[in-house]
């Protein structure tokens, strides 16, 4: 059997904090034997192996009658209830503090949860560089604990290698200066280190690595930290269960709000109370609308409760910076359920705070965003299909300090969205498109309209002129003047008349026939 949990307290609703506190149950026999199962199948991702051993967890199991139990000597072992799995049990070695509740049927011990398995992934073998080997190493040889942290941990458990990989650790960040300048290592960027975090360059890789904090003080945007050894006080702070987990470099994946379980079922939920997590940072709340479109499967599966504390903090968003919120807001266009997401944004009231227009069209967003889909659009390409003016972009761009390539791609899409369209004659419906990249002459004038074309659902003509190339129109000043002609303003005007024969012709005209014509006139 894979992996087993005891279920939450009894009588304990989904809002009850005592919800977040496990119920684990001695059976006989296993005081003495195991905290286990015996080895079979894991449940969960491919990669992930058996629950550890009390042995592997750093000790023999804790129960009525063990050492170090209430009440303890040797031997001695509940009865399972009727019904109940013997097998089913917790590691109880990594589990403190706790303490007992009496029953008629035996002792239950209420117990917050620390959940630890071991993972065996492919992509966690592939993060051993040389690099990574060197740095557990120096924090071995000092006896400082270092862990892999949050979404590097939550990619690993899906099947996917991390791109950026977060380290945490037990040591202060003048340990870690200390024994980095002790074994010669560069250390890069040092503004981190007031909150905790030393970045260190290895085998020509950079390695960030954080010490466990406790947030003391928290405004909404910043936290004053103090510094801990203790895990689960790191893992507290954190936003979302799928976020909070640690993993050890010999595969021990510790997990203390049911991470683990949440990605399995793929349930986004805040660690602990939504409003105080949001109150902390309200950017939590894109956030939270990000995973949701990354993790679960369909929409609407929301925790009222957690929507209740987004739309009664919604305006603390009002204080971030636009370059935070365009980072969460670009990840959530991008993302599953966008047309859901979107329009819980507006809602719950979530819209006017972070630079969205009062008077959006969702009814088009909801168009576009189905004629994109398949299509990686650009954030901006769905994102104008919110705006009803230009002026609507100007205002975004105003509160998101958005890039000035994105800026121009929302005004062009808004402006031709509606008058740059395929002709009528079905023989050339792409000629209108290529015409106004001939014209416009700039850069970046084919990729802009890639997105008008997935902005008006035409996958067709998109893919048709993803193959095209623009030809050179083959005439130029020079040549002009070689003909005869010495007046700038003819020539500027010759030349534009040159240019509307050669795309009459579908551009196939050569240069010695549009010079003749020149030459006859």
Not at 79 to 92: I, Q, V
Not at 155 to 169: C, E, I, R
């Amino acid at each position: 059997m894979g992996p087993s949990r005891a279920g939450p307290v009894r009588g304990a609703s989904p809002r009850d904090p005592r919800a977040g506190w496990l119920v684990g149950r001695l059976t006989w026999g296993q005081a003495s034997r195991s905290c286990w199962p015996s080895p079979g199948p894991a449940a969960g991702p491919r990669g992930l192996a058996e629950p550890l051993s009390p042995a592997a967890c750093g000790g023999a199991a804790l129960g009525p009658g063990a050492a170090g139990f209430p009440g303890g000597g040797a031997g001695g072992a509940v009865p399972p209830r009727a019904g109940e799995d013997a097998g089913a049990f917790l590691m109880l070695r990594c589990l403190h503090p706790w303490w007992l509740s009496g029953g008629g049927a035996g002792l239950r011990l209420l117990q917050r949860h620390l959940f630890t398995m071991k993972v065996q992934s492919p992509e966690f073998q592939s993060l051993f560089t040389e690099g990574l080997r060197s740095l557990t190493e120096l924090f071995a040889k000092e006896n400082h604990e270092l862990r892999i942290a949050g979404g590097a941990v939550r990619d690993l458990l899906t099947g996917v290698k991390p791109q950026d990989v977060d380290f945490a650790t037990t040591a202060t960040p003048e340990q870690m200066k200390g024994l980095f300048q002790a074994a010669g290592v560069r250390m890069i960027n040092n503004k981190g280190e007031k909150h905790g975090t030393v970045t260190a360059r290895l085998h020509n890789e950079n390695f960030e690595i954080t010490t466990l904090r406790i947030d003391v003080v928290t405004d909404g945007r910043h936290a004053e930290v103090e510094f801990t050894t203790d895990w689960q006080r790191d893992a507290e702070r954190r936003d979302l269960t799928v976020n909070s987990m640690f993993l050890g470099f010999d595969g021990t994946l510790y997990d203390y709000f049911n991470g683990y379980e949440d990605l399995k079922n793929k349930k986004v939920r805040f660690v602990g109370h939504a409003k105080k997590r949001i109150q902390e940072d309200y950017l939590r709340i894109l956030r939270y609308f990000r995973f949701y479109g990354r993790i679960v499967d369909a929409p609407g599966d929301h925790d009222p409760e957690t929507l209740e504390a987004i739309a009664e903090n919604a305006k603390g968003l009002g204080g971030i910076s636009g370059e935070r919120i365009w980072v969460e807001l670009k990840k959530i266009l991008v993302g599953n359920h966008v047309s859901h997401l979107v329009h819980l944004i507006y809602d719950l009231d979530v819209a006017p705070y972070i630079g969205l227009p009062a008077n959006a069209s969702l009814g088009e967003f909801d168009k576009v965003s189905k004629n994109v889909e398949g299509f990686s659009p650009k954030p901006m390409t769905l994102l104008a299909s919110l705006f009803k003016v230009q002026d609507d972009v100007t205002k975004l761009d105003l509160r998101l300090k958005i890039s000035k390539e994105e800026k121009n791609l929302g005004l062009f899409l808004v402006k031709y969205r509606n008058d740059l369209t395929k002709a009528s004659d079905s023989s050339e419906p792409l000629k209108p498109y290529q015409d106004f990249i001939i014209d416009s002459r700039e850069p970046d004038a084919a990729a802009r309209v890639w997105e008008l074309l997935k902005y008006q659902g035409q996958p067709g003509l998109l893919r048709e002129l993803q193959r095209w190339s623009a030809p050179a129109f083959p005439v130029s000043g020079h040549d002009l003047r070689k003909a005869g002609v010495s007046s700038g303003k003819e020539i500027g005007a010759l030349l534009q008349q040159l240019r509307d024969q050669w795309k009459k012709s579908g551009y196939r005209m050569e240069k010695d026939e549009l010079l003749s014509r020149v030459k006859k006139s």
